[in-house]
């Protein structure tokens, strides 16, 4: 086993050839911008912007779980803070993070393109995303909203005296965002390949952005169609889902949970595209089995549309339904579980090094497994009546969203970082910070699983004194994970600047993002590229090396 | 495909039919069906759509791909839909297996 895999630095001055980031300089140049790797560049800065002030939230709710009483903010406070937590970091931070960022800015590169199929859709696509984010701001501060990210009706719509509408319009408008971003994505792996490069020939993490991106195509409108309802029933009374005007709330669950669920695959499905890249990369071998890890994407994005229900099983909604969903809850543990076995055998024997990218990838299959095995929990019909609307609920989603989604974009954007900047970042404190990453995680969820399990129900700024040291340690992990996101916010920015410059390929990486010169330059590829090798064909590199 | 060009014959032809079908909805509307009502109702609302996307939205000349993609609207559309009354209609079942 190789313990490190050292970044080939360029020596001596850098060459100033012109690259998308120096092709042109001033503020106009980067609004006006319709290169997808600017826009990429745009999304990044707004959603680390996002990712803080969701942070912020948690923060805050964490603090108030450090006692027993809720001494630190009012019940309402504390509804609001947990509210906007979840509508800031599922909206404006998880749904866009991999596919506007990593998605928008090698997409292209890796299947040989000079641009997405539509540049200007792509720029759209950020200003729209801005125009909800404006009014997600508004929201927060004219008083912020109380509902829970959920907006369940008929509180949303009847009795919650806060900020719904501005929310919930936010929702609605980032959702276009969206949408267009995705069609971008779809017809542009269907129309822009290079010469050669067959389906089968695609990297893993273009399978998995074109998966989510049918998610996001065909779940989101569902979310504009069922925030525009909440809409018109509290604006206008017209009776949808409150019962006392003839209409249903369990049907606002339905229409929810219908974007919603795959709203978690839209996060997650991402993340395991980078982890195919990366585990490929730092175990110098052809991925095991591609088909089944390309086809397993598709898999969780089709089942992953079948499972709602399992939001609901304590909701009113019928036992025979609820038999239903649990069943095809299971199902889609099947593809999940391709995943991880097939990254586990693409390890085996392998030429493993520890650097960054990887420590995070390692961290993703144990976090997400853990997330995924106690979603099978949660499927079960009636272990689910003990758990849900408990802590251990919070736990389980937080081991996929955090765990798996979060950890795979941190991984990406460590892996691409020489990519996007054209420099390297400095390895040891990035180490760290993986390192500090997984510890402060799981100090904070785990103790969650253990408190919901013993019935600390979610959504309480009070509890009972026995759950005190349970919660003293999540939120002491807190920090150590808040230092964690804090680190390399500091040193990828120091490295804009200091970091030493990146050759074209410094991870000896399959893929053609790797054939251009680091960063790129405007238009991707001086000559289209004709592919004639199947992707991550290590061993013939490392045979060429040899 | 898109080069496809429709006679304006055709497109006053399928205007005419949306007018007639709308004013079949409000005549339906006066006509107590019982639970026929809402069944009427989606049905003319649905035949609509149809003409709306295959000659205003040009879908009848598209390409395959086109027809996949919508195809896989309406296939999302029955899931919801189907889905959603798997709850909706077995609702009762419950209350009557406990007499």
Redesign the interface.
Known sequence: MQTSHAMAEVPGPAPQALDYLNADYGIRSWLFTIDHKRIAILYLLMITIMFVVGGVFAAAVRLELLTPQGDAFEADTYNKLFTMHGIVMIFFFLIPSIPAVLGNFCLPLMIGARDLAFPRINLLSWYVYMVGAVFGTFAIVAGGVDTGWTFYTPYSTTASQTNVIPAVLAGFIVGFSTILTGLNFIVTV?KMRAPGMTWFRMPLFVWAIYATS?IQM??TP?LAITLLLLVLERGLHIGIFDPALGG?P??FQ??FW?YSHPAVYIMILPSMGVVSEIVTCFSRKQIFGYTFVAFSSLGIAVIG??V??HH?FVS??????GM??SLLSFLVAIPSAIKVFNWTATLYKGKISWDTPMLYVFGFIGLFTIGGLTGLFLAALGLDVHLTDTYFVVAHFHYIMVGGAIMGYLGGLHYWWPKITGRLYPEFWAKIAAVNIFIGFNLTFFPQFLLGYLGMPRRYHAYPEEFQVLNVLSTGGAPVLGVGYLLPMVYLIWSMRYGPRASANPWRATGLEWTTPSPPTTHNFEEVPVVTQDAYDYPAMEKKVA | MSGHIVSRKVYFAIFLSLMVLTAATVAAAFVNLGALNVLVALTIAVAKATLVALYFMNLRYSERLTWVMVAAGVTWLGLLIGLTLSDILTRSWIAGALG
């Open positions: 269907h049918l065909l779940a569902v249903d369990v049907l339905h229409m219908f549309f079948l709602w229900g609901l009113g909604q019928s036992a025979y339904a239903l969903f």
